[in-house]
């Protein structure tokens, strides 16, 4: 109580005031309209990040930020040193490393209209009913599309999304935004339609969109037998935790890709336990599902 007291609330006014620059009520409109601009465009600007993989790049950069501010003041010199000498060179790394981000979203930008950028519609776009159910249903459409397509030899690439968002992959096919369905899958690859050739790329409960080209990997010690749908389906596991299935089209075996590794010749039940243990029983998601489960009570 004593500290209170002490307070002198009118020097703590006169000091914001003269930090704000207050000449009167209009003043202070033009503050709360600054921050509120500013506050937006750094919104949009997130959520426009974190639809590609600059997203974790940027957690490591704040994390070397927050790394060397509690080096300095923990007195760790050597680490605070190398740290500072780091985020240097940061401004540059960033045009190197996002240089198609900082593009691609510049284009968006143009696109879009005034309508769409004053568009608040991404804080309400969480469906939180039924999550495991639409999950488990996601999963045997892609198993039976899968067993299908293996039967008529057909080739297939299907990649499923998790954390790491892969928007700039999405952003060089054809973008469908369709329920997921084994019928539209097999319809999808089967050999002379348009968008056969490529893979198609699977966000939350949606397809989201087909032809997709991947990266492929640069390990060497891959077999011969591989072709440019498991390259493809190991590099893009290995930029990202996504999830890759491949149908091959000379044997028609059913190949499963994560984390940059390749387990072949599935069957049914083992392509339905891999797909079971990677999207309903890791840590990451059992957490997001619970949190679903209580913001929906």
Known sequence: MDIINNINFNDLIQNFAGYIGYTGPISVLQ???????????IYKIVVLVKETRAWQLIKGILFILAAAEISRRLGLKTIAFILDKTIQYVAIALVVLFQPELRRGLEQIGRRSLRDFFSFKDFFNIDMENIRVQKTAIIEEIVKACVELSKT???ALIVIERNTKIGDIINTGTQIDSNISSEL?????TPNTPLHDGAVIIRGNRIIAAACFLPLTDNPNLSKELGTRHRAALGITEISDSIAVVVSEESGKISFALNGGLTRNLTPDTLRKALNKSLLKDDTWNKKLSLWKVRSK
């Open 31 to 41: 503050v709360i309209i600054d921050v509120g601009i500013v506050s937006y465009v």
């Open 153 to 155: 030899y057909t080739g």
């Open 185 to 189: 899958l097999i319809n999808i690859f």
